[in-house]
């Protein structure tokens, strides 16, 4: 055997999984929201079978927007003097985007953070009291100041770092390209106007100037850290040496120094950072994935080779952001040639969405790396052709990783027109409805290759109009124009977003933020061992199911968080009587026994 071989199998051995028999976990499904008093309920498993005995669990709503906790007001926006936002009727904004919340347990206290999704966004940190029996109660609220960062920015889900630090983030950051170059305010994405309120700025009056004074995008786009002490003061931080991009979240591995960072939006990628020092994300090496694929059958497979974007600190990059860095300060631009080439010494970048020729500027490679971290990535080879790319979930078990993938398509279907500037990486048949990749990780929780789990799948047109309208008999040619409700088939997954793995009873567990796939979106639990998929959870009309995530032992007891954001906001409004409705909720399934398999 060569040295080669050895240290492979090696390898193996270290990776293999760590437990010789699973335990057994199963929840009473919860049934497909049929009826409209189903759609606009919150709905979960009454009851688990956890190694052959029954336990009562149910949904438990901790809070739910504009919740007065203590002397807090639950969900409010504020801006950097701490006063709260207006909305554009004038009235005090609070906030229906309810994402990650995580539970921490402080000396011998529990606290929650939960972020709003919000422009400008927001966390809050709330003290809990545990019952005897488990159930969990706010007693207290404040949010978590962010001005030393020029406000927090559309955090959207999270993870709890293996220090017991909340880990959040900052989803779809702005084009700075498109800021600096513009001329006129309707030059620019209004998404970004908003986040002008935390200076003190209302959008609807302001001027170009105005803004660009207010709302400095290299600020935004990063995972963000908040440690909490027991007597209740939050700290934050936000991690520029882990790279810019359009953050779902990050979640580091057992070792406390790698990370894995998901990339929501069109033409994103996957990265990967290693820090310095365990518990320490403040500098460390940023890598982004090449996807070389294996197969075109589904969702795909692929090996994973990484390309190295360098070294960087965060204290280097937040100066650099302060200092006013702009794009062109990073990268000149040249146009594509007739043969749709770059020219000599430019570099194509299909990151952002657009083709671009590029080039760094001299001695700017680790601030471009950080605040342009996708266009940077994809010119050095990396693959930014994902899609909507959601949670991520780490399984101890099987050394691997699963990453959501909302939807297979745009620039991940072969020969997208998304593709320009980039190597057309990814070629597969577009699945609106999504799916979920398992990455098989080494010894050294560095990803090697990357295959399909589980795969949403869409409905014929008949089958859409047969959900929509029960008297229709597609093989009579009755269904009219009955309006679409369900587009993937409602047994099974569609645009899975955040995902947690049950440690010890080979269970996934894959929630859903899906507008026309499912009407009533769902959180489903999937047995690893023969793919079998439960709903466990449903959601009222227009909502999304957040913050998936399992606690083992909190406390004596068990806990998977379960939020709903925004109902009736996303489609279905027309559903809304009691504005009251409208509201957020914030809670979990359980409580369980605490599981330590």
Same mark, same amino acid.
């Given at each position: 055997m060569t040295l080669r071989s050895q240290l492979l199998a090696a390898s193996a051995l270290i990776a293999a999984p760590?437990?010789?028999?699973?335990?057994?976990?199963? %929840? &009473?499904?919860? $049934?497909?929201?049929?009826?409209?008093? &189903?759609?606009?309920?919150?709905?979960?498993?009454?009851?688990?079978?956890i190694d052959g005995k029954d336990y009562?669990?149910? #949904?438990?709503?901790?809070?739910?927007?504009?919740?007065?906790?203590? !002397?807090?007001? %639950? !969900?409010?926006?504020t801006d950097r003097k701490g006063q709260v936002v207006k909305s554009e009727d004038g009235s005090e904004h609070i906030s229906v985007d309810a994402d990650f919340t995580s539970l921490l347990h402080v000396g011998g206290k529990i606290f929650s953070v939960t972020h709003f999704e919000s422009r400008p966004g927001a966390m809050y940190v709330s003290e809990l009291t545990q019952a005897a029996e488990g159930k969990l109660t706010p007693i207290s609220t404040k949010p978590v100041d962010f001005s030393a960062f020029g406000g927090l920015w559309v955090p959207c889900a999270g993870s709890v770092t293996p220090w017991e630090t909340h880990l959040g983030s900052e989803e779809y950051p702005a084009d700075a390209r498109e800021i600096e170059a513009a001329t006129a305010l309707d030059q620019i994405d209004d998404y970004d106007f908003?986040?002008?309120? #935390?200076?003190?700025?209302?959008?609807a009056k302001m001027t170009l100037d105005a803004f660009r004074a207010a709302f400095k995008p290299y600020r935004y786009g990063f995972p963000t850290e908040v440690t909490v002490t027991e007597d209740g003061t939050a700290k934050a931080q936000k991690h520029f040496a882990m790279g810019r991009v359009a953050v779902e979240l990050a979640k580091v591995m057992p070792d406390k120094k790698t990370?894995?960072?998901?990339?929501?939006? =069109?033409?994103?990628?996957?990265?990967? %950072?290693?820090?310095?020092?365990?518990?320490?994300?403040?500098?460390?090496?940023?890598?982004?994935?090449?996807?070389?694929? =294996?197969?075109?059958?589904?969702?795909?497979?692929?090996?994973?080779?990484?390309?190295?974007?360098?070294?960087? @600190?965060?204290? =280097?990059?937040?100066?650099?952001?302060?200092?006013g860095v702009q794009f062109s300060d990073l990268f000149e631009t040249a146009e594509f040639g007739a043969d749709g080439s770059c020219p000599e010494g430019f570099l194509a970048s299909n990151a952002e969405d657009r083709a671009e020729c590029l080039k760094v500027k001299p001695g700017m490679e680790a601030v471009a790396s950080r605040l342009?971290?996708?266009?940077?990535?994809?010119?050095l080879g990396a693959t930014t052709?994902?899609?909507?790319?959601?949670?991520?979930? %780490? @399984? $101890?078990?099987?050394?691997?990783?699963?990453?959501?993938?909302s939807e297979v398509s745009k620039a991940m279907e072969g020969g997208a027109k998304q593709d320009k500037g980039g190597r057309d990486a990814i070629r597969l048949e577009k699945n609106s409805c999504g799916a979920v990749y398992q990455l098989d990780l080494d010894a050294s929780y560095t990803a090697t290759a990357m295959s399909a789990l589980v795969a949403g799948t869409p409905m014929s047109k008949d089958q859409e109009a047969a959900a929509a309208d029960p008297n229709c008999d597609p093989s009579h040619n009755m269904c009219g124009d009955a309006a679409k409700v369900n587009t993937c088939d409602v *047994?099974?997954?569609? *645009? $899975?977003? *955040?995902?947690? #793995?049950?440690?010890?009873y080979n269970t996934?567990?894959?929630?859903?933020? =899906?507008?026309?796939?499912?009407?009533?979106? &769902?959180?489903?639990?999937?047995?690893?061992?023969?793919?079998?998929?439960?709903?466990?959870?449903?959601? $009222?009309?227009?909502?999304?199911?957040?913050? !998936?995530?399992? #606690?083992? *032992?909190?406390?004596?007891h068990g806990y998977l968080m379960a939020v709903v954001q925004h109902p009736y906001g996303e489609s279905d409004e027309d559903k809304l009587t009691d504005p009251a409705d409208a509201r957020a909720y914030v809670g979990y399934i359980g409580p369980f026994p605490a599981l330590a398999k």
């Open positions: 760590i437990f010789a028999h699973a335990g057994d976990l199963v %929840f &009473a499904p919860v $049934p497909f929201a049929a009826d409209d008093a &189903a759609k606009r309920a919150v709905l979960a498993s009454d009851k688990v079978t009562a669990i149910g #949904y438990t709503t901790l809070a739910r927007s504009g919740d007065k906790i203590g !002397a807090g007001v %639950f !969900a409010a926006l908003p986040m002008a309120r #935390y200076e003190g700025v209302d959008p990370a894995y960072i998901s990339d929501d939006g =069109t033409n994103t990628g996957l990265f990967r %950072f290693v820090a310095d020092a365990e518990g320490d994300l403040s500098a460390g090496k940023l890598y982004a994935a090449k996807w070389v694929q =294996t197969s075109d059958a589904g969702a795909g497979a692929a090996t994973l080779d990484w390309v190295d974007l360098g070294h960087a @600190d965060d204290a =280097t990059i937040q100066a650099a952001i302060e200092k342009e971290t996708r266009r940077y990535a994809s010119m052709e994902f899609r909507k790319m959601e949670g991520i979930a %780490f @399984d $101890p078990d099987h050394m691997k990783v699963y990453v959501a993938m *047994n099974g997954i569609a *645009n $899975p977003d *955040n995902i947690t #793995y049950i440690p010890g996934l567990i894959i929630g859903e933020d =899906t507008g026309e796939g499912h009407q009533n979106d &769902a959180i489903w639990a999937m047995n690893l061992g023969d793919k079998s998929l439960t709903r466990i959870f449903s959601s $009222p009309y227009g909502s999304e199911t957040t913050s !998936a995530y399992w #606690y083992p *032992n909190l406390g004596g």
